[in-house]
């Protein structure tokens, strides 16, 4: 616990304040000149051979490896997954694509056939109507004859 010279080196007042408090007064001696000095723990002393030394590269040297052989399997893995992702993306591209091209191509088609239906119906109308023109021309021409 302590020693006598702790005891010694210590000093404790007491002292009875207002309002029923009281008041501790801890007073510490000197600081010693010399502190202890410090123990120092020895550790074993370990004879280190060649064998131990190479043993202990060679596992770090395999350590190494390791890890780097774990890094280049996880670079590949994330490389192979964006590989997956863009040829996805390229799938998908292509087959908007087509689907796009095929919309617009009937589109485009069913125009046109309406196109050519309008223009049939207005090439039959102006023949009605250059026949009827014809026909009025005639009458007249066949009247004006008549009158002659």
Request: include cysteine; charge should be positive; hydrophobic fraction near 30%.
């Amino acid at each position: 616990m302590s020693s006598p010279t702790d005891a010694d080196a210590t000093e404790i007042r007491c002292q009875e304040q207002s309002k029923g408090g009281l008041k501790f007064d801890v007073i510490l001696a000197d600081p010693a000149a010399t502190p202890p000095a410090p123990k120092r723990t020895q550790s074993p002393t370990r004879t280190k051979s060649v064998e131990n030394i190479e043993e202990k590269l060679k596992a770090a040297e395999e350590r190494r490896l390791s890890l780097e052989a774990s890094k280049i399997a996880s670079i590949a893995a994330k490389l192979s997954k964006i590989e997956e992702a863009s040829k996805k993306k390229d799938e998908q591209t292509s087959v908007f694509i087509t689907q796009t091209k095929e919309a617009l191509d009937q589109k485009m088609e069913t125009h046109v056939e309406k196109r050519d239906a309008y223009l049939s119906i207005i090439k039959t109308k102006l023949k009605d109507h250059w026949d009827s023109i014809e026909k009025t021309r005639q009458t007249l021409e066949k009247q004006t004859l008549e009158l002659r």
